[in-house]
């Protein structure tokens, strides 16, 4: 990586880092490129040449070419180095029969291979976008594209956790970064040094070094008092990187949530073609001093590839699948892993779509339609956020229709108007046509049990030609419901003595393809 830099919605640069490249063009050349293209995009929307054209659809990875002249400055430094490094290793002192026996000795010795290969025509530009801020790195060597992503979004995680204290991306804002310059370009200095090399991520720690902005820290500024706080600045010797020295807090606490995450491909029937389950160990943990945590989970065999943090003890997690721990201060992720298929072959999916499309009839000047989304769950949980997307294609004109609510024991109806449903016992949710994308989405806040929400209406379209696709994006979210049946079933502390108050708990969420025929 060569540099980080944080523009605006539409790429201009507001701050940056240190780059290798000495060259002050270099990261100018990167913005330039990106804003330019997300003119380009915004020209052709409001033209009206291109339909599906959004800055959203810009690829993440972006090849920019550069001239010659940009790198030429970083070659030369970089040969000067070799040449100096070469001089000052004085060759083996061996006899000519030793040294003749590999010939490879010698040409290593005057070619020496490079550790990184520049990649030629230019240089490729990762990026991101979260609330109204781009966050781009660009990288002029080869490199795992997955290294440059990893590092953006754990930028992105520091900054909310500093500035906005909540990961709603609709809060960071150029506002927020410009108000707290200082701070965001101090995390810049800690996270990256002027090599690309990746220093510090660990939000404890760098609460250390760079103090977070309060509005005790302003006023002591503006009123020009020494603050106490700044003799922690000092204390950077912890002995655990990711816990903050001397914790204190009134209450102790702990509580982990088990989230899984559902991929996969289901046909008209209800079958799964292809399931995926993923899950995320998440932890909030408020300890006084450096406890020790055991965790015990229900059915460990079941977790598989798993990344855990770096405070997980791998042995003993190898040993007897336990996890033993001393927990980050606040709110982290201890680890990210998969479900074994063979864990959730038995469970069946927690809703069920009914989806018909019948042909185009000239007299409804369109598509007859219905879908119905059925609750399969036990009666204990509810199905929340649940959005139908069902991408219709060209030709559209819009939607007429209406939404119902059916009881499972009796197909009581009730029935409503297009748009925000009012206030019922069942809500059947909120239908909107996007015509830019030709996409008709449904969302359903609540799908209690035993009900099944109708979508029924036409597709307007003037030509008999009107494909929609054969398949409908299905999301929603499930609270404390474990689709493979993972749970945490013990809490256990050791190396202090306090009570621990501690808890538990566990949440679907689903992306599933459902197809209609």
Same mark, same amino acid.
């Given at each position: 990586?060569?540099?980080?830099?944080i523009?605006?919605?539409?790429?201009?640069?507001?701050?940056?880092?240190?780059?290798?490249?000495?060259n002050?063009?270099?990261?100018?050349?990167?913005?330039s $490129?990106?804003?330019?293209?997300?003119?380009?995009?915004?020209?052709?929307?409001?033209?009206?040449?291109?339909?599906?054209?959004?800055?959203r659809?810009?690829?993440?990875v =972006?090849?920019?070419?550069? #001239?010659?002249?940009? $790198?030429?400055?970083?070659?030369?430094?970089?040969?000067?180095?070799?040449?100096?490094?070469?001089?000052?290793? /004085?060759?083996? +002192?061996?006899?000519?029969?030793?040294?003749?026996?590999s010939?490879?000795?010698?040409?290593?010795a005057?070619?020496?291979?490079?550790?990184?290969?520049?990649?030629?025509?230019? /240089?490729?530009?990762?990026?991101?976008?979260?609330?109204?801020?781009? &966050?781009?790195?660009?990288?002029?060597?080869?490199?795992?594209?997955?290294?440059? &992503?990893? &590092?953006?979004?754990?930028?992105?995680?520091?900054?909310?956790e500093?500035?906005? %204290? /909540?990961?709603?991306?609709?809060?960071?804002?150029e506002d927020?970064?410009?108000?707290?310059?200082?701070?965001?370009?101090?995390?810049?200095e800690?996270?990256?040094?002027?090599?690309?090399?990746?220093?510090?991520?660990?939000? *404890?720690?760098?609460?250390?070094?760079?103090?977070p902005?309060?509005?005790?820290?302003?006023?002591?500024?503006?009123?020009?008092? /020494?603050?106490?706080?700044?003799?922690?600045r000092?204390?950077l010797?912890? #002995?655990v990187?990711?816990?903050?020295?001397?914790?204190?807090?009134?209450? *102790?606490?702990?509580?982990?949530?088990i989230?899984?995450?559902?991929d996969?491909?289901v046909?008209?029937?209800?079958?799964?073609?292809?399931l +995926?389950?993923?899950?995320?160990?998440?932890?909030?943990?408020?300890?006084?001093?450096? #406890?020790?945590?055991?965790? @015990?989970?229900s059915h460990?065999?079941?977790?598989?590839?798993?990344?855990?943090?770096?405070?997980?003890?791998?042995?003993?997690?190898?040993? *007897?699948?336990?996890?033993?721990?001393?927990?980050?201060?606040?709110?982290?992720?201890?680890?990210? &892993?998969?479900?074994?298929?063979?864990?959730?072959? @038995?469970?069946?999916?927690?809703?069920?779509?009914?989806? @018909?499309?019948?042909?185009?009839?000239?007299?409804?000047? %369109?598509?007859? $339609?219905?879908?119905?989304?059925?609750?399969?769950?036990?009666?204990?949980?509810?199905?929340?956020?649940?959005?139908?997307?069902?991408?219709?294609?060209?030709?559209?004109?819009?939607?007429?229709?209406?939404?119902?609510?059916?009881?499972?024991? *009796?197909?009581?109806?009730?029935s409503?108007?297009?748009?925000?449903?009012?206030?019922?016992?069942?809500?059947?949710?909120?239908?909107?046509?996007?015509? @830019?994308?030709?996409?008709?989405?449904?969302?359903?806040?609540t799908?209690?049990?035993?009900?099944?929400?109708?979508?029924?209406?036409?597709?307007?379209?003037?030509?008999?030609?009107?494909?929609?696709?054969?398949? =409908?994006?299905?999301q929603f979210?499930?609270q404390?419901?474990? $689709?493979?049946?993972?749970?945490?079933?013990?809490?256990q502390?050791?190396?202090?003595?306090y009570?621990?108050?501690?808890?538990?708990?566990?949440?679907?969420? %689903?992306?599933?393809?459902?197809?209609?025929?």
């Open positions: 990586m060569d540099g980080l830099i523009a605006g919605r539409h790429g201009q640069p507001i701050m940056l880092s240190r780059f290798r490249q000495t002050p063009l270099y990261s100018m050349l990167h913005t $490129f990106l804003s330019d293209l997300i003119a380009d995009v915004q020209m052709q929307a409001e033209a009206g040449t291109s339909k599906n054209a959004s800055v659809d810009i690829p993440p =972006l090849s920019v070419p550069l #001239p010659d002249s940009i $790198f030429a400055e970083e070659e030369e430094e970089q040969q000067q180095d070799e040449d100096e490094e070469r001089e000052s290793v /004085s060759p083996p +002192d061996l006899p000519d029969e030793a040294l003749a026996w010939e490879s000795v010698k040409k290593t005057e070619d020496p291979t490079e550790t990184c290969v520049s990649i030629e025509g230019g /240089s490729i530009l990762c990026h991101i976008m979260v609330g109204d801020v781009r &966050f781009l790195c660009p990288v002029s060597h080869s490199i795992d594209p997955l290294i440059p &992503f990893a &590092f953006l979004h754990k930028v992105v995680a520091i900054l909310q500093y500035l906005i %204290g /909540s990961t709603d991306p609709a809060l960071m804002t927020v970064i410009c108000e707290h310059f200082d701070i965001v370009y101090e995390l810049m800690e996270m990256l040094d002027g090599a690309g090399h990746v220093l510090l991520t660990e939000v *404890n720690a760098l609460k250390d070094i760079v103090l902005p309060s509005w005790l820290d302003k006023l002591i500024h503006t009123v020009g008092l /020494s603050s106490s706080a700044e003799h922690a000092t204390s010797a912890s #002995p990187p990711w816990r903050r020295p001397n914790s204190k807090y009134a209450k *102790n606490e702990v509580y982990l949530d989230a899984e995450t559902m996969g491909i046909n008209a029937s209800g079958a799964p073609l292809s +995926d389950v993923h899950g995320t160990l998440e932890c909030s943990a408020l300890l006084s001093g450096i #406890p020790e945590l055991v965790v @015990k989970l460990p065999t079941m977790v598989e590839y798993p990344a855990w943090h770096k405070c997980i003890q791998q042995r003993v997690w190898h040993e *007897n699948r336990t996890l033993r721990f001393i927990p980050p201060d606040g709110n982290s992720r201890l680890g990210e &892993f998969r479900i074994k298929s063979a864990a959730t072959a @038995k469970s069946s999916l927690p809703l069920c779509i009914h989806a @018909k499309v019948m042909p185009y009839e000239a007299a409804l000047g %369109g598509l007859p $339609f219905e879908i119905g989304v059925e609750h399969t769950l036990d009666h204990s949980y509810d199905l929340q956020d649940v959005c139908v997307e069902w991408l219709l294609g060209n030709g559209v004109q819009g939607i007429d229709a209406t939404t119902q609510v059916q009881t499972v024991a *009796n197909k009581v109806s009730m409503s108007d297009i748009g925000s449903i009012p206030s019922l016992s069942r809500s059947t949710g909120t239908m909107v046509f996007d015509r @830019k994308r030709q996409l008709l989405r449904w969302t359903i806040p799908l209690t049990p035993s009900t099944i929400s109708v979508l029924r209406g036409t597709i307007l379209s003037s030509s008999t030609h009107c494909r929609p696709m054969y398949a =409908l994006q299905v979210m499930v404390g419901y474990s $689709f493979s049946g993972l749970r945490v079933t013990s809490v502390l050791e190396k202090e003595a009570t621990l108050s501690k808890g538990a708990r566990v949440r679907l969420m %689903g992306d599933i393809e459902w197809r209609l025929i």
